[in-house]
């Protein structure tokens, strides 16, 4: 049966919402002032993937997912204030990613569209830099050779031939479009092919009846078939990991922006609805959707960000006459309102970040309350998307 898009509940919460330019101005002042710390806090180092009481560490480009967003914090630095000192600092970090793929430091996993496109492919949509675009071609053909052909899909983690390893999770939607950007580099479509199976499986078992994700899911390492989902970061197999939604919001409206498929728009509107009728009273996650004002659990700050960018991607490509247009686009100005009053660190002198209260892993105590590397990005790319609605995209 086609999934359905839930209806939205409470369409009144989501009523038009001005943000002024001045206001995102002075959001946008607030955020390079704490990007500008950070440059000096790391020293030429890559900043955590979370914060400890609110301050970055220094950490090498070679181990877990995050080092590309610290790189694309910079980009976006550059493209909204022209400043080149965030330009050079991007550029000088590129061979560390040339060597990272080169020297296999912490690549075999299927993160590398995370890694390789706010960082590599943005040097190269930015400057034209040619070490840029070779690097993330590098990365693109490491991804696309974890493609799993039983199953047809992209194998996160682990050895591909570990049948206790073999699955998907959601979060990989973002990383297939570093596929689509390198067959289009290329011209060589196997990439493109890969990238869309594994669109497809992942819409076919990752979603359930009432637009819910699972954070990842086995198959049968003989036959290929899908086997069942299980959470990794989650609350349990059965809820929807607040990140692990948006992960399934703006993954679609991506695969959608290159392929204009539809399948892709109505999984990127079911997901949304979904989230939007679980927000609490000031429109930012929960960690885990199953939770709500007073359960006492902490936030996701980091989920609002990935959301509103899904929105803002979503509503460039809706009819205008489509309904949900102006809801998407409400929702994204509720968010964003809501993180830059009552989630920025501005307030915070020793934060060298942007978004308080993200969380990690809460089931693993890993990053929680914190601030989150991804968070900071997604919150400025999503200040870029609103400032310059003919931004170019990185992904
Ligand atoms: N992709 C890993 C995470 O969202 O935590």
Redesign the pocket.
């Known amino acids: 049966m086609p999934l359905k898009i839930p209806e939205i509940q409470s369409p009144e919460r989501f009523s038009e919402l001005t943000l002024t330019r001045e206001m995102l101005e002075d959001a946008l002042r607030g955020a390079l002032m704490k990007i500008d710390l950070a440059i000096e806090t790391m020293d030429g180092a890559f900043p955590s993937a979370a914060s400890k009481n609110n301050v970055y560490q220094p950490t090498e480009n070679t181990g877990s ?1 995050i080092a590309g967003f610290w790189t694309g914090i910079l980009w976006h630095a550059y493209e909204l204030s022209g400043e080149e000192k965030y330009k050079s600092l991007a550029l000088s970090q590129i061979p560390s990613y040339t060597k990272r793929i080169n020297e296999r430091l912490g690549v075999d996993h299927h ?1 590398m569209g ?1 890694l390789y496109t706010p960082s590599c492919v943005a040097a190269y949509k930015i400057t034209g830099d040619e070490e840029a675009r070779r690097t993330a071609l590098l990365a693109a053909e490491n991804l696309a050779a974890r493609y799993q052909s039983r199953g047809g899909f992209i194998q996160a983690w682990g050895a591909l031939d570990d049948p206790t390893k073999y699955r998907l ?1 959601v ?1 990989c939607l ?1 990383n297939i479009p570093l596929l689509y950007w390198a067959a289009e580099e290329t011209g060589n479509n196997t990439y493109d092919k890969i990238a869309f199976i594994h669109f497809n499986t992942t819409a076919d078992v990752a979603w359930r009846a009432d637009a819910g994700t699972y954070h990842t899911y086995y198959f049968d390492y003989e036959s290929g078939k899908p086997d069942y989902g299980a959470t990794k ?1 989650g609350a349990s197999d059965d809820s929807s990991w607040a ?2 939604q948006s ?1 399934g919001i703006t993954g679609p409206i991506l695969t959608y922006a290159y392929k204009k498929c539809e399948r892709a728009m109505h999984y990127f509107k079911a997901s949304t609805n979904y989230m939007l009728n679980r927000l609490p009273l000031d429109y930012i996650p929960y960690w885990d959707l199953i939770f709500g004002d007073g359960d006492g659990e902490p936030r996701d700050s ?1 989920s609002a960000a990935i959301t509103i960018c899904g929105l803002l991607e979503g509503v460039k490509h809706m009819e205008e006459s489509d309904p949900l247009r102006a809801i998407y686009y409400n929702a994204a100005c509720h968010m964003m309102s809501s993180l830059i009053l009552g989630y920025t660190s501005r307030t915070v002198r020793e934060a060298n970040g942007l978004l308080l209260h993200g969380t ?2 809460r089931p693993s105590g890993n990053g929680v309350d914190e601030m ?1 590397i ?1 968070g900071d990005y997604f919150y400025m790319e999503a200040l870029h998307r609103m400032l310059d609605p003919e931004w170019k995209m990185y992904w």
């Open positions: 997912w993160d995370f999770i979060d973002l970061q990140r692990g992960w980091s990690y892993t989150n991804w």
